[in-house]
């Protein structure tokens, strides 16, 4: 099956949810939607399922216009961030339901709930009803019973936003092996990083009702095409300066300077934005350590989190912060003054629209 | 600001006095005046239950709850006088964001001149100084909830405050910001400050102290380093860390280990462990490599490779045993067998799920 949205748009009380969205889904892919709350994941979902139609454009199921068509009449499953489950049936009866609006025999009924149920590990809780398991628990039972209808689309809203981090964690890793064993659409909508690539597949992501960037998930992430892209895809946030090249010079807004070679040699004489994630800055207390090539920052620490195995220190320069990610643990004192150094092959240069002019390249 | 003692805290919400009844266990503790704590577990594990006995919600079926040395079992929240922080914003819509910071101020009968100095310390401290005018209604839930940490924080006089997964529904950029913030705060202010989560990164980033729980117990407290080098419990080093702790059953005999037939060097010997104790060997993923087979390496079979962007780490299996492995920079796995090398240092021995510290 493939699903094609044409030129979808979506209004709601004289607000834009989604705005000519054009976007096409093959069978058997995982697509993540990635992006923060109101960016349209949920819009986008809903009118893919049918739950709304769109005010403009159509929605095609192999060719075929199905804009508007009632929900009912398509083959979608649906799982969102609240776990819906029906109380008074037991996960076995919850995960089957589907399968009895089916009509299906008996014993495919048994055969599909007994193998979603391994799947997804809810095998010793399937005479329990829903409210004596954990929230993990209740929410593996939705994503059987989403599962075990066989549809051809599978929309997951969050899914494991309500969950334990442990937990997430772990069926993080879990789902890409139960989505290739089905073949079905597969959509999953996340605001975090992190989420999207431990799925991989594909990823859209999304920002103020519009797909800013779409293909496989560890090359958006080491390829974003725009400041917004890159941004929605650190974590943590991405860091920012202005430069300005001159006179084969890249001079920092707060005075840092660099000469210009490497992908800056390339560029016109101008102001560009930077940005770098926070694993690629190395910070060292004392004498900066002066790298070849490096270009090197003052900075000034305003806060250390150690979490055990990192340590994410946060640091003060002319007006933003920056975050440096290292390994182990450091204390540095709020207030210490102290040298930070990039390489500069690791530095996405945007120009003042925010479209990537030069940067890492792909791997 | 306030000492806190726990004194022999139980509860059980049957009523019941069997281990099985107590949601929470036969617990004692002291946190200290100024003092960032983190109550971190899984849900169900007891800490909801714990941190309602300390605001006065319920009353602990045994045990006391002493502030400042002084028994406040019987007083109900608002006597403890402790400010609360939940999950979703607690705020009033008609109001504006001055007026809302100012509300626990006003109700305590606080001069206006006082009022407005705090309100508009809390406000700088937080970003929130041009929303000031505005109302609430307008406002974002991002925007909401750190309006509802200002509430919660605004007041000094509060014997300390307890925030119950403050950041659960906030989007991962403004997380940053804002548990940054919450400790830039806890700096500034020297309150005692509480936060129960079950997110072990907001937990280890924002406590001094990290309190762990599990089915009712308290397995480890600690600083996030002591949880991360040597966890207490198999439990600890299975949640702290993203991916957990690598827990496997071994046979451990002076200063060697067995794995899946293959024998590590410990750094430490273990000469008398309890008989009949379930032995088992723990090391953190971050502490083991894969590299290309060798005779001499425990081999396995990799299965797949988390690629998180700044960090990768292996999955890989030996005979029946699962292990995540770290991946060295510029190590491109070759085929499906590699072989394990382990830091000798960084191996844990647990008997019966808790930790055995070696004889030099």
């Not at chain 1, 450091?330 to 945007?350: C, K, R």
């Not at chain 2, 913030?181 to 806890?186: N, R």
Request: glycine content about 8%; overall charge neutral; charged content about 25%.
């Amino acid at each position: 099956m493939t699903l094609r949205l044409d030129k979808v748009s979506h209004m709601q009380g004289g607000q834009a949810f989604l705005r000519d969205v054009s976007l096409s889904f093959e069978r058997g892919t995982l697509n993540v939607l990635l992006g923060p709350t109101l960016s349209g994941k949920t819009s986008l979902m809903r009118v893919m399922a049918g739950l709304d139609a769109p005010t403009e454009g159509r929605v095609l199921v192999d060719g075929k216009d199905v804009t508007g068509l009632d929900v009912r009449k398509r083959s979608v499953a649906m799982v969102y961030q609240q776990f819906i489950n029906y109380p008074a049936f037991t996960v076995f009866e919850n995960i089957a339901s589907p399968l009895r609006v089916q009509g299906k025999p008996h014993r495919e009924i048994e055969q599909r709930v007994h193998e979603a149920a391994k799947l997804l590990r809810l095998e010793p809780y399937l005479d329990r009803t829903p409210l004596a398991l954990s929230g993990g628990q209740q929410q593996r039972t939705a994503i059987a019973r989403a599962l075990v209808k066989g549809a051809d689309l599978v929309l997951l809203d969050e899914p494991l936003a309500n969950l334990d981090y442990k937990l997430r964690e772990e069926l993080r890793a879990e789902l890409p092996r139960i989505f290739e064993a089905s073949g079905a659409i597969f959509v999953y909508a996340t605001t975090e990083p992190t989420e999207a690539l431990l799925l991989g597949g594909r990823t859209i992501c999304l920002w103020e009702g519009q797909p800013m960037q779409i293909g496989p998930t560890a090359q958006v992430y080491r390829r974003p095409e725009s400041l917004r892209v890159a941004q929605l895809f650190s974590d943590p946030p991405l860091n920012l300066a202005e430069v300005t090249k001159h006179d084969g010079a890249v001079v920092y807004s707060d005075g840092d300077k660099a000469p210009a070679d490497g992908r800056f040699a390339a560029l016109a004489d101008g102001a560009y934005r930077v940005g770098f994630r926070a694993h690629q800055l190395a910070v060292a207390d004392g004498r900066p350590d002066r790298q070849l090539g490096r270009h090197v920052f003052a900075a000034t620490v305003a806060l250390t989190e150690i979490t055990g195995s990192e340590s994410f220190v946060h640091l003060k320069r002319d007006g933003t912060n920056w975050v440096a990610v290292l390994p182990g643990v450091h204390e540095f004192l709020p207030g210490q003054a102290l040298q930070a150094t990039l390489d500069p092959g690791d530095i996405f240069i945007f120009d003042r629209d925010g479209r990537l002019v030069a940067g890492p390249p792909q791997e | 600001m306030a000492r806190l003692d726990l004194v022999d805290l139980a509860h059980a919400y049957n009523g019941g006095t069997t281990h099985a009844d107590l949601v929470l266990k036969p617990t004692s503790m002291t946190w200290r005046q100024g003092g960032a704590y983190a109550l971190l577990g899984p849900s169900g594990c007891g800490k909801t239950t714990l941190l309602n006995i300390i605001s006065g919600i319920v009353r602990p079926s045994r045990g006391k709850v002493l502030f400042d040395g002084k028994d406040v079992s019987a007083l109900t929240t608002q006597q403890r006088n402790i400010a609360q922080v939940f999950q979703f914003p607690v705020i009033y819509d008609t109001m504006t964001v001055g007026e809302n910071l100012a509300f626990p101020l006003k109700n305590r009968g606080l001069p206006r001149a006082e009022i407005e100095k705090r309100v508009s310390e809390i406000a700088r401290l937080l970003d929130l100084e041009a929303y000031l005018g505005r109302r609430a209604s307008r406002l974002s839930a991002d925007a909401k909830q750190k309006i509802s940490l200002g509430r919660g924080l605004v007041r000094a006089d509060v014997a300390a405050i307890l925030f119950d997964e403050p950041l659960t529904v906030i989007d991962p950029a403004l997380k940053w910001e804002l548990r940054s913030k919450l400790k830039t705060l806890h700096r500034a202010l020297d309150l005692t400050m509480i936060y129960v989560t079950h997110d072990q990164t907001e937990a280890l980033t924002f406590a001094d102290t990290v309190v762990v729980m599990h089915e009712g117990s308290v397995v480890q407290t600690g600083t996030p380093e002591e949880l991360f080098a040597r966890p207490e419990h198999t439990f600890v080093g299975y949640f702290i860390g993203s991916p957990g702790m690598n827990i496997v059953a071994g046979e451990v005999r002076g200063r060697e280990a067995k794995i899946a037939g293959h024998t590590l060097a410990l750094k430490r010997s273990y000469d008398s462990l309890p008989a009949g104790a379930n032995i088992e060997i723990g090391i953190r993923p971050e502490f083991v490599s894969i590299a290309p087979p060798r005779p001499d390496l425990l081999s396995a079979h990799l299965e797949r490779i988390d690629d998180l962007g700044r960090t990768r780490f292996a999955r890989v299996r030996v005979d029946g045993l699962k292990l995540a492995a770290a991946i060295p920079p510029g190590l491109t796995p070759d085929g499906e067998e590699v072989g394990l090398t382990f830091d000798p240092a960084q191996i844990h021995v647990y008997a019966d799920s808790r930790r055995i510290e070696g004889a030099a």
